[in-house]
Each structure stands twice: as structure tokens, then as C-alpha cells.
């Protein structure tokens, strides 16, 4: 909201100024700078969750592995009784809000706003319209010459949608996060359970065996580009953004206040922020290649471990969606996913310095630095919201879809045993965990 309001603070001053350059150039920095800062905080944040995720999946897997081990006992199953799939109590999916993990719940009409942002920016016609407004700019280079104003016209269309964008966009991200969040923990407090009942029904204290999620080979430039992603989301990443912004800060009067002064931080952090933006896309699209993966791994044990129980699988195989803007969208996060995009982004930054300083980095350079940059970073939030949107349905599916497949073998666990938790179980066995995962 407060982006928002910033933005329409921004329109009512350009409209009373009659939209000088110097208001439009602010409007480039702040667009440029916000995406640079967006990106920062979003690969530690993106690093740490997929961390997240695979120690979890290793702990379901290892779970999973003595679940499998213990039901395979033949006097648990002697007096089984026949088990009903429309039995199964959801009353856990219920009350947490999981029960649809296709459409995230909306808390208030802003988030209603944001879905329909969401789908409407990953559309094909979205990515029309873009290309149509940057051919209506092709087309009216000659009448203005081709002038500096010509330039900030498509800069500060593109700032605005990256900034207008991002705001819906940071916010379908919140609350995926959160349902995440709480799938994660039903999972694990019904798989805890689940190895608990058996365990004390079958007396057996045998420690869960280690799973080891083993990475994918890596290229030296793979490896180069994880470093640079380490320090884009670390510490350093931020001493150094501050150096800048202060050293700019402190130029400011020695230029006057200058148009050039003030594109100087939009430059840095657009050309930067350019090359950032592909090492966060590289790093997203081969982490969701290996998470994939993992999902795969413990829905094949889950599949073999109900067929041996002879009771049916709650879950069904996720939908896959072949319109044109999938396909397009899904190609892009291929490309993104090599290291040639990255590389290919370092040299149309060094092309464009190379330009800028053959003109001094005046005020026509900088722009030249900014426009193509601009110009692609929209093409590639449009063209690459859509691969986000389904990668994201797609997880919270995996994660719900596990979920309900613990409550099933949960229930099955509890009508072969006749056995249920206490409360004591529970806070005893968290302890437990809790010791285990201190001394790891």
C-alpha cells in the first residue's frame, strides 16, 4: 500500500509540474532501485527456503524409510480393519486453511487485487501490449530525434510497471510463503505422530536412518555464479550497497544536483541490479529443477508404501497446462536455468559501459546504459511471472498433497494400532527431536 501511495504522490507531481525530466529520472531511479534492493533481499530469502525444503524432505524420507519398515510388521495387519478413504478426518487441513492449494485464501480485497494482477501481467495479452507500446516508441524515435526524452519516456514506463508489478506480486508472495509455512508444519507434527504410534505399538527404537541429499554436478561458471549469489544475498552484498549510495550521496553538491548526478544511482543500480536479476533467476530455476526432483523421490516411496498397504492414494498426479504463454514461459526459465544467460547479461552491461564512457557518462549515456536494460527486465517480469506463478502452484500442491497423504497413513496407523496420542507423547517427543537436532 505504501508503494501505492508513493506512486500516485509521484503522478499528482508530474501532472502539477507538467512531467519535467528531472521527475521521470526519479521515477528511473526509484524503479531501478527498488528492483536492486528487491533482488538482494530475495536471494538469501530464496537460498534459505530452499534449504528449508530439502532438510525437511530429507527428515520426511528418512521418516518415511521407518514408517515403511515398521508397517511391514505382519501382526499389524492381522486384524486390520478394512480401510475408507472417506473416512479420513481433515479437520487439520480445515482449520489451518490448506484445504485449496490452488487459490490462496484472501485475508482482504487488496489480495483479491493481487491475484488478478498476478494473472493478468502472466497473460499473453499482457506480453502483447508490451511489445505494442515498445514498438509505438520505435516509431516516434525520428519525430524526437531520437532525444534524451525519447529515451526517459520508455524508462519511465518500464519503471512504473516494474514497480506497480512488483508491489502485487511481493504480495502473492507473502502469503504463498505462509501457506507454505503452515503445510510444513502439519506435515511435520502428523508425521511425528505417525512414527510415534508405531513405534509404541511395535516397541521398536531403532534410530531413523540418515538421508543425504547429494547436489548436482557443478560447471566452474555455475560455481561462479553461486558465489556471486552468496555475496548478493550475505552481508557483504549490503556494506557494499551502502558504500555506494553514500558516496553518491556525498557527490551530490560537487554536481550540482545535476540530471547526471541523479541518473548516476539509477545507472549503477540498473546495470547491476540488471546482471543480479539473471543470477537470481539462474539460481530459482535450478534450485526448482533439484526440489522437483526430491518431491518426485518421496511421492514415488509414498506410492510404493500404500500399494503395499493396499489402500488408495488420496492424491492425484498434478494437472499440466499447455497454453502458449506456459510453453513460452517455461522455455525462458530453461534459458534462464544456464549459465550463458548469465554470462550474456555481464556483456551487454560491459557493451553499454563501454558506450557510456565514450560519451563521458553524460546524461545521453547513461540513459543508453538504462534503456535496453529496462526495455528487457520488463520483457523477462512479464514473460517469466507465469513460470513463477505455476512453479509456486505447483509446490504448495506437492506440499498439500503430501499432507494428505500422512493424515491417511496416519488413520490407517491409528485403526490397525487402536492406538492415539497424548499430549505428553507429543511434548516428550519434541523434546526429543529437539535434543537430537542440537547435538547434530
Known amino acids: 500500500m505504501i508503494t501505492l501511495l508513493i506512486l500516485a504522490i509521484w503522478a499528482v507531481v508530474g501532472i502539477v509540474l507538467g512531467a519535467p525530466e528531472i521527475w521521470q529520472i526519479i521515477m528511473q531511479n526509484g524503479g531501478s532501485i527498488q528492483c536492486y534492493i528487491s533482488d538482494t533481499l530475495l536471494m538469501r530469502q530464496q537460498q534459505n527456503h530452499c534449504y ?9 524420507r528418512s521418516r518415511n524409510t521407518t514408517v515403511a519398515r ?17 473416512s479420513i478426518d481433515h479437520s487439520s487441513i480445515e482449520e489451518a486453511k490448506l484445504e485449496n492449494a490452488i487459490n490462496l485464501p484472501n485475508e482482504f480485497w487488496f489480495d483479491k487485487c493481487c491475484n488478478w494482477v498476478s494473472i493478468a501481467v502472466g497473460s499473453i495479452y499482457a506480453l502483447l501490449f508490451y511489445f505494442s507500446g515498445v514498438i509505438v516508441w520505435v516509431s516516434l524515435g525520428p519525430m524526437m530525434e531520437f532525444s534524451d526524452l525519447w529515451q526517459l519516456y520508455i524508462n519511465t514506463a ?24 503452515k503445510c510444513l508444519k502439519s506435515i511435520m507434527r502428523t508425521d511425528c505422530e505417525l512414527e510415534i504410534i508405531l513405534r509404541k505399538h511395535t ?28 555475496i548478493i544475498g550475505s552481508g557483504i552484498g549490503v556494506a557494499v550497497s551502502t558504500c555506494v549510495f553514500a558516496v553518491w550521496l556525498s557527490i551530490g553538491d560537487v554536481m550540482a544536483w545535476s540530471s547526471d548526478w541523479w541518473l548516476i544511482i539509477g545507472t549503477y543500480t540498473g546495470l547491476v541490479g540488471f546482471i543480479d536479476g539473471f543470477v537470481l533467476r539462474n539460481v530459482y530455476f535450478r534450485e526448482d529443477v533439484i526440489l522437483d526432483e526430491q518431491f518426485e523421490v518421496l511421492s514415488e516411496a509414498d506410492d510404493s508404501l500404500f ?10 498426479p498434478i494437472e499440466q497446462r499447455h497454453s502458449l504463454i506456459n510453453r513460452v514461459s517455461n522455455y525462458m526459465g530453461v534459458l534462464c536455468a544456464k ?6 547479461s555481464i556483456l551487454i552491461v560491459l557493451a553499454l559501459m563501454g558506450v557510456a ?23 523477462l517480469l512479464i514473460v517469466l511471472v507465469q513460470a513463477h506463478n505455476l512453479s509456486n502452484l505447483k509446490r ?4 498439500r498433497d503430501i499432507l494428505v497423504r500422512r493424515i491417511s497413513l496416519l488413520q490407517y496407523a491409528k485403526n490397525v494400532t487402536g492406538m492415539t496420542l497424548n499430549e505428553n507423547d507429543a511434548v516428550k517427543f519434541a523434546l526429543n527431536l529437539k535434543k537430537t537436532d542440537t547435538e547434530n
Open 52 to 60: 528449508k525444503l530439502l532438510t525437511i524432505i530429507s527428515q520426511l
Open 203 to 230: 516397541g521398536d527404537n531403532q534410530p531413523n536412518p540418515v538421508v543425504t541429499i547429494l547436489p548436482h554436478p557443478v560447471t566452474r561458471s555455475i560455481r561462479a555464479i553461486d558465489y556471486y549469489g552468496d
Open 357 to 379: 564512457s565514450s560519451m563521458g557518462w553524460n546524461q545521453t549515456g547513461q540513459l543508453l546504459c538504462n534503456t535496453p536494460t529496462m526495455i528487457l527486465e520488463g520483457f
Open 158 to 181: 518500464v519503471a512504473v510497471e516494474l514497480t506497480f508489478t512488483s508491489m502485487f506480486l511481493q504480495n502473492i508472495r507473502r502469503r504463498h510463503m505462509e501457506y507454505l509455512e
Open 396 to 399: 504448495r500442491i506437492q506440499l
Open 307 to 316: 500399494q503395499y498397504l493396499n489402500i488408495p492414494l488420496p492424491t492425484k
Open 70 to 86: 515398521l508397517v511391514r510388521d505382519p501382526e499389524l495387519h492381522s486384524n486390520a480393519p478394512l480401510f475408507d478413504k472417506e
Open 339 to 344: 549459465s550463458v544467460a548469465v554470462l550474456i
